[in-house]
């Protein structure tokens, strides 16, 4: 017999939980569906030195206040394990795991989403399957001539295993900065961006960042001049240990190299610097293959979506994607609007085809 529930959610990690949060107060039906083994979402894979941008009373979920972590003015990601782990449990979410969602299909008046362990019949899915489990890579000339190691974000844990190494960290965002700083001590280190660093002032925490997405977003909604949001602040928060590494001379950064070579990086001008690793800081896509079958992708492979909803599938809502699916959607603070928003709309079509 094929399970039914109203709402199925895809992805179990903050944005998943933030939409039982939302579905369990207004007392709608709804399972939640995660490929993960044990909660946290991707914050059981990130760096061991990786913290929160902001203090854990501006970085909690819907309902429930992130407790600090004592000695910790920014919480570490094994914290916020702890904390979704908890919110999990005190909300009594209906989490199924671990289960792999192998693609949504329309199916009548039902959406039918097919996992590795059965199928299960839906009259609403909200996909929040996030970005970390498709690290994107670029093409550049080269790459298989390097003979050394290749690394993404994803891969990096910490520098125990690179010490003395000769490591190039590509990437100007926070993932390249961060990374790099953990490194600049122990290894050989060459830090390699587009565009020289942006580092945003230092008393700018992820609160302003959610407050300056959240304004753009009204803004263009409304028609006026856009603001430029997180974007016309920097690219890169200054945590401290970014800010001590920085402070100290340790984050100098080269611009982007042309091509590989075996022994490391080659630029135009026939410089040359050597690496046994490359670390590739340089982002991720939305993980949204389930929902090819439903043929909604569009240019750069994103849905077309009206506040979260699909716009050529309305009974579909994305979450957690980015600021397309909602102002820093992809934050524990910022999750929490766009969710009640797409639950408040799938009650609303609930209610229309309820007999």
């Not at 790099?180 to 961006?193: C, H, I, K, M, R």
């Not at 949001?229 to 928060?237: F, Q, R």
Request: glycine fraction near 12%; hydrophobic fraction near 40%.
């Amino acid at each position: 017999m094929t399970p039914t529930a109203r709402v199925v959610v895809i992805g179990g990690g903050q944005a998943g939980l933030a939409a039982g949060y939302h579905l369990r107060r207004l007392g709608i039906e709804f399972v939640i569906l995660d490929a993960r083994s044990t909660p946290g979402g991707a914050w059981q894979r990130t760096w061991e030195s990786l913290h929160l941008f902001s203090p854990a009373a501006h970085s909690s979920l819907p309902g429930r206040f992130m407790p600090p972590q004592p000695g910790q003015v920014h919480p570490d990601a094994r914290h916020v394990v702890e904390y979704l782990t908890d919110y999990e449990k005190r909300y009594e979410l209906p989490v199924e795991r671990p289960v792999r969602v192998i693609g949504v299909h329309r199916d009548g008046l039902f959406l039918r989403v097919e996992t590795d362990s059965g199928t299960w019949q839906a009259r609403a899915v909200i996909s929040a399957t996030g970005t970390w489990w498709r690290p994107f890579l670029p093409t550049v000339p080269g790459r298989t001539a390097f003979e050394g190691r290749r690394m993404h974000t994803v891969e990096y844990s910490s520098p125990d295993d690179l010490r003395g190494r000769k490591i190039v960290v590509v990437g100007g965002g926070n993932s390249g900065a961060q990374i790099a700083a953990d490194l600049a001590y122990d290894t050989q280190l060459t830090w390699v961006t587009r565009r020289p660093p942006r580092f945003l002032a230092d008393d700018i925490d992820g609160r302003a960042l959610f407050d300056a997405a959240t304004a753009r977003r009204r803004a263009l909604d409304s028609g006026l001049s856009d603001t430029g949001g997180v974007a016309s602040l920097g690219d890169i928060v200054a945590v401290p240990p970014v800010r001590e590494a920085r402070d100290r001379g340790l984050l100098k950064a080269s611009p982007m190299f042309s091509r590989l070579i075996p022994g490391g990086v080659e630029w135009a001008d026939g410089t040359r610097a050597e690496a046994d690793t490359i670390i590739w800081c340089t982002g991720f896509r939305p993980a949204l293959s389930h929902l090819a079958p439903l043929r909604l992708r569009g240019r750069r492979g994103r849905i077309a979506v009206h506040g979260t909803r699909a716009e050529g599938e309305p009974r579909l809502h994305l979450l957690g994607y980015g600021d397309w699916t909602g102002p820093a959607s992809a934050t524990l603070i910022g999750v929490g609007r766009p969710a009640r928003d797409a639950v408040q709309d799938i009650g609303a079509l609930l209610a229309a085809v309820s007999p």
